[in-house]
């Protein structure tokens, strides 16, 4: 199953990914995470995409294409992904065509912006293996370590309020028409992502048919 995780800055795309992945068995692909880590690592990559990740504008397309192309070529997309946080222009949803990638759903996970900043405020992420929590909503089981791979949590360089609304204001700009190409093609389906983790995933596993 091939699967694109939608929604604005905050809206649980990371948390629900991950529990959909575990349950179909196939990787997530988080192209926000592989720019962290490229940024962490000092790579090249990494040295071009900094300021526009830290100020929370859009890396440019064809980085981020390119970057997609080459994760999904490999072997363990095989049977499948779920795409977090890619594609967020029409010319990203465009080139996911062009690569033959035939999406079977885009899942939007529906939450207002009033709601936007207080999840922004309390995530902790995993700076090895990409995991979020929240330290009131999804706290983990032992404080400021992940539950997955033991690592020590951190807050993300872009989740200081101002540059929150600067992703918020991408998001309605350049990332919301996005979801009109995928109901013109019938693919959308929407989740109210309001609700409790829990809730949002039982709607997500019901609207998936998995
Ligand atoms: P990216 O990493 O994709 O960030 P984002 O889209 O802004 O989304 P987030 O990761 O902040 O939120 P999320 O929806 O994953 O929510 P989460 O599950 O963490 O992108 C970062 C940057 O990289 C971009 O700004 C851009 O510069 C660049 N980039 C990435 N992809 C790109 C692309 N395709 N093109 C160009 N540039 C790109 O949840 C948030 C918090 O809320 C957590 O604390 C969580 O525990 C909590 N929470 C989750 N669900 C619930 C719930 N139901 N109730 C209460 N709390 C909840
Ligand atoms: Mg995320």
Redesign the pocket.
Known sequence: MKLILF??????????ASKIADRLGVPTI????I??EAIAAGTELGKK?KE??NA????P?EV?IGMLSERISRADCANGFIL??????IA?AEALDALGVEIECALS?EVPDEDIER??T????CPACGE???II??PPTSEGRCDKCSAELIR?A?DAPETVQA?LA?YHEQTEPVKAYYDAKGKLKTVD?????EK?TEDAYAALGI
């Not at 929604?7 to 629900?16: E, M, V, Y």
């Not at 977090?84 to 222009?89: E, I, L, M």
């Not at 309390?122 to 992420?125: D, K």
């Open positions: 929604g604005a800055p905050g809206a649980g795309k990371g948390t629900q988080s192209t926000g995470n720019i962290r995409v526009y990740s929370g504008k859009l890396v397309d981020v977090d946080g890619f594609p967020r222009t990203q996970l999840r922004m309390g995530r902790r992420s979020t929590y929240h909503y999804n993300r872009d992703r991408v992502g309001r609700q409790a983790v949002v």
